[in-house]
T-cell receptor, first 113, second 112 residues
Framework: DVKVTQSSRYLVKRTGEKVFLECVQD?????MFWYRQDPGLGLRLIYF???????EKGDIPEGYSVSREKKERFSLILESASTNQTSMYLC????????????FGSGTRLTVV | AQSVAQPEDQVNVAEGNPLTVKCTYS??????LFWYVQYPNRGLQFLLK??????LVKGSYGFEAEFNKSQTSFHLKKPSALVSDSALYFC??????????FGPGTRLSVLP
């Protein structure tokens, strides 16, 4: 069974900390994505990557960065966490053509205090 | 630009009754349309998709959706709702070569 694994289900961090959210997929997918989910706003795209070492900004990249050193791993970095980054973060992957849609991880609920 | 609307934040239906969760979209060219379901504190799970072919698409757990090109809609339906169908449902659309755009979600509550 294909899987997207996010390293943490719940995280609590302090304001100003540097935060790493890790995502690993075992499907050999080319494309990987990071979304945040907030009530009433749906899913908003933060960053995405179509290949190793490649990254593109999504709709809300401010305050975030990403790293994709290996095909199977896509990391989201909060450079200096703020309370408005408290949210559910979802990682997803897909094949290059994308006809089968995205496979999502279980999510990381991040609370910044 | 691509967009998705789910006009209802919340849908309540009695168990055993038919349910409909609405979705309309805007995209250039032919759309790829998907429905996902999310249970509490979980990621999104694929339900069904329309890429091409028959306008009525059948998916997981007895759900189906009808693609209506003239109304740019892709409503999710089920003939007989179960309490276990209670969840958050997302419609998503993409045009060729584009990333997906997700709707805001509709919370479905099936009452026993």
């Amino acid at each position: 069974d294909v899987k997207v694994t996010q390293s943490s289900r719940y995280l609590v961090k302090r304001t100003g900390e540097k935060v790493f959210l890790e995502c690993v997929q075992d499907m050999d997918h080319e494309n990987m994505f990071w979304y945040r989910q907030d009530p009433g706003l749906g899913l908003r795209l933060i960053y995405f990557s179509y290949d190793v070492k490649m990254k593109e900004k999504g709709d809300i990249p401010e305050g975030y960065s990403v790293s994709r050193e290996k095909k199977e791993r896509f990391s989201l970095i909060l450079e200096s966490a703020s309370t408005n980054q408290t949210s559910m973060y979802l990682c997803a992957s897909s094949e290059r053509r994308g006809r089968d849609g995205y496979t999502f991880g279980s999510g990381t609920r991040l609370t910044v205090v | 630009a691509q967009s998705v609307a789910q006009p209802e934040d919340q849908v309540n239906v009695a168990e055993g009754n038919p349910l409909t969760v609405k979705c309309t979209y805007s995209v250039s060219g032919n759309p790829y349309l998907f429905w996902y379901v999310q249970y509490p504190n979980r990621g999104l799970q694929f339900l069904l998709k329309y890429i091409t072919g028959d306008n009525l698409v059948k998916g997981s757990y007895g759900f189906e959706a009808e693609f209506n090109k003239s109304q740019t809609s892709f409503h999710l339906k089920k003939p007989s709702a179960l309490v276990s169908d209670s969840a958050l449902y997302f419609c998503a659309v993409r045009g060729y070569g584009q990333n997906f755009v997700f709707g805001p979600g509709t919370r479905l509550s099936v009452l026993p």
